[in-house]
T-cell receptor, first 111, second 113 residues
Framework: GENVEQHPSTLSVQEGDSAVIKCTYS??????FPWYKQELGKGPQLIID???NVGEKKDQRIAVTLNKTAKHFSLHITETQPEDSAVYFC??????????WGAGTKLIIKP | DTGVSQNPRHKITKRGQNVTFRCDPI?????LYWYRQTLGQGPEFLTY????????KSRLLSDRFSAERPKGSFSTLEIQRTEQGDSAMYLC???????????FGPGTRLTVT
């Protein structure tokens, strides 16, 4: 069935450095790729997303890249800050709007 | 705050009891989803409504689970005869028809003792 793999499971970076989280998907019909940030005890928060007709999207310190040929997409956070510490989830969706989720990455920002 | 609200935020119940959770989506969103999330995992799809119609249910959804959205606005999720394995965070999300973006509520944390 459809599957989304996410790596790494834990990422520790120094404050101010960049963080990269990668996901691969199996369904070639997937056309929508959101990233969610989840803080402890809260619901997931949509932080950025990308459609299949775009290769890259940027919003301030956050960017997402998509390689449809290789079926992978990545989240890039630059100039990391303590408030970026959270669990990040990638997901993929095809035309049925159903989200298939990655297992999550715990991002730790070291002061 | 995404505009999706869920109540209660926390629920502790004894095994065998019934519980009901409520979700109020963003007002103009006609699509509503329920998910379950256990510690260290991503959200797991449970069921999906378009307006008041329940269009999809996960095969993993036990007969003890039932969801309603009677007027196409708020939704309720009921779990009958709760088991310890039902302990999890129950999340609600909503979106508008043509858009992919799902917005999540804060969740209801269920603990079954």
């Amino acid at each position: 069935g459809e599957n989304v793999e996410q790596h790494p499971s834990t990422l520790s970076v120094q404050e101010g450095d960049s963080a990269v989280i990668k996901c691969t998907y199996s369904d070639s019909a997937s056309n929508y790729f959101p990233w969610y940030k989840q803080e402890l005890g809260k619901g997931p928060q949509l932080i950025i997303d990308i459609r299949s007709n775009v290769g890259e999207k940027k919003d301030q310190r956050i960017a997402v890249t998509l390689n449809k040929t290789a079926k992978h997409f990545s989240l890039h956070i630059t100039e990391t800050q303590p408030e970026d510490s959270a669990v990040y989830f990638c997901a993929a969706s095809n035309s049925n709007y159903q989200l298939i989720w990655g297992a999550g990455t715990k991002l730790i920002i070291k002061p | 705050d995404t505009g999706v609200s869920q109540n209660p935020r926390h629920k502790i119940t004894k095994r065998g009891q019934n519980v009901t959770f409520r979700c109020d989506p963003i007002s103009e969103h006609n699509r509503l989803y329920w998910y379950r999330q256990t510690l260290g995992q991503g959200p797991e799809f449970l069921t999906y409504f378009q307006n008041e119609a329940q269009l999809e249910k996960s095969r993993l959804l036990s007969d003890r689970f039932s969801a309603e959205r009677p007027k196409g606005s708020f939704s309720t999720l009921e779990i009958q005869r709760t088991e310890q394995g039902d302990s999890a965070m129950y999340l609600c999300a909503s979106r508008t028809g043509p858009n992919y973006e799902q917005y999540f509520g804060p969740g209801t944390r269920l603990t079954v003792t």
